[in-house]
């Protein structure tokens, strides 16, 4: 993360808490944009919701003891505050007002934390895994029974696939469920096995000790061989109470929902992490690095051959730009070669060198890092190229 200039510590603010640079920052909000765009395409209402709450507020309270976490606390006048260490509390305070009914059931409320903290233990803490601020998408989804959550948690599992496989994130996926509820669905979690096509970690537990009957955790394991939650969904049969959240059935009587709490990356921070570890993998097996070409800061870069080729490579610049395209422009007075080595350190997808054939044809020399090839391409082509990839 230091060495791509993505990400560095910050001495003077408290650990787990870092410094975005501009190639850091624009990944981090490329993927939340992402995910946003696909969590309301799902039909998700966007929220925004307060980072901090009163430790004394009684359904809170209640859910603290349910789900201890570590946290910062801010004191404001007489009272102690904590930060949030998720959406959940917000949404469900949120909820608590609607006047809601069956038929606008299932109902979906996301938000995208920036930030949700956890005060974590300072031994506890390694770079983007495991940090004290975290970005965290956390979608809520309100459903009138076991048959409605079941379908919305298997719908949710497959987001959380589709996420992870279209960033070739590896991963491993433990499902932990409370024994009877087990009992009563064993062919639906075979399902879910049969779905990934290899074996799941299950997990099952006698007493609900939680206030989830069944949740799963798709894990990325890292080059040390740890294994890092990534998306996660859980069945919630306990918060609607502890919130006070009803809905009005069609006999016109209250009733209670059940809850799905859902993130489907988990911490944008540590998608970021996965993504770097990957790349790590990368380098051991010999291949070249590189980010998914949609998230390279840098998607080509202009190389010329000497300051002949500097206006049309301007031009070439401004028309890359025009398609849409993430290009830049290296005019500094090195040579070529030192140019291409610095591009290559930078895991840039596409380099084109632009020399006096390439200016006379139109057809810029594109060196492709994901194989190693050179080819004879125009802007537009390259253009095309890298909107295909994308």
């Given at each position: 993360m230091k060495e791509q200039a993505l990400v560095d510590y910050e001495p003077a603010s408290d650990s787990g808490h870092f410094s975005w640079r501009p190639k850091g920052a624009l990944i981090k909000k490329l993927l939340e944009k992402a995910i946003t765009e696909i969590v309301v395409d799902y039909g998700a209402m966007q929220v925004e919701t307060p980072i901090m709450y009163d430790f004394e507020h009684p359904a809170l309270k209640k859910y603290l003891n349910r789900f201890p976490a570590r946290q910062y606390v801010v004191k404001s006048d007489s009272k102690e505050f904590f930060l949030r260490f998720a959406a959940c509390f917000g949404q469900f305070l949120m909820a608590h007002s609607l006047t809601i009914s069956y038929k606008q059931l299932p109902l979906k409320i996301y938000e995208l934390t920036h930030y949700s903290f956890r005060r974590e233990q300072s031994g506890e803490l390694a770079g983007l895994k495991r940090l004290r601020a975290f970005s965290m998408p956390d979608m809520h989804t309100l459903c009138r029974d076991f048959d409605s959550?079941?379908?919305?948690?298997?719908?949710?599992?497959?987001?959380?696939?589709?996420?992870?496989?279209?960033?070739?994130?590896?991963?491993e996926t433990a499902f932990r469920v409370q024994e009877d509820f087990f009992n009563e669905n064993k062919a639906w979690y075979a399902s879910f096995a049969k779905t990934l096509g290899k074996p799941l970690l299950l997990e099952l537990f006698k007493e609900r000790y939680a206030y989830f009957i069944t949740k799963f955790e798709m894990n990325f394991v890292d080059n040390a061989k740890k294994a890092s939650g990534l998306s996660t969904v859980q069945i919630d049969?306990?918060?609607?109470?502890?919130?006070?959240?009803?809905?009005?059935?069609?006999?016109?009587?209250?009733?209670?929902p059940l809850i799905l709490h859902a993130s489907i990356p988990g911490a944008i921070e540590r998608v970021i992490y996965a993504l770097l570890e990957i790349a790590a993998m990368k380098i051991k097996e010999g291949m070249p690095p590189m980010f998914p070409i949609w998230l390279s800061p840098t998607q080509i870069r202009i190389v010329p051959l000497s300051e002949k080729q500097n206006d049309y490579c301007g031009s070439l610049l401004k028309e890359l730009k025009?398609?849409?395209i993430r290009a830049?422009?290296?005019?500094?007075?090195?040579?070529?070669?030192?140019?291409?080595?610095?591009?290559?350190?930078?895991?840039?997808?596409?380099?084109?060198?632009?020399?006096?054939?390439?200016?006379?044809?139109?057809?810029?020399?594109?060196?492709?890092?994901?194989?190693?090839?050179?080819?004879?391409?125009?802007a537009n082509e390259i253009s095309l190229l890298i909107k295909n990839e994308c």
């Open positions: 959550a079941k379908k919305e948690f298997e719908s949710q599992f497959h987001k959380c696939k589709e996420w992870n496989e279209d960033l070739e994130i590896p991963i049969v306990e918060n609607s109470e502890t919130f006070d959240l009803s809905f009005t059935d069609e006999d016109g009587k209250k009733k209670r025009q398609n849409g830049d422009y290296d005019d500094r007075n090195e040579t070529m070669q030192k140019k291409v080595r610095d591009a290559e350190k930078e895991w840039i997808p596409f380099i084109a060198v632009v020399g006096e054939r390439e200016e006379a044809s139109g057809k810029l020399s594109i060196r492709i890092r994901k194989n190693a090839k050179n080819e004879s391409l125009s």
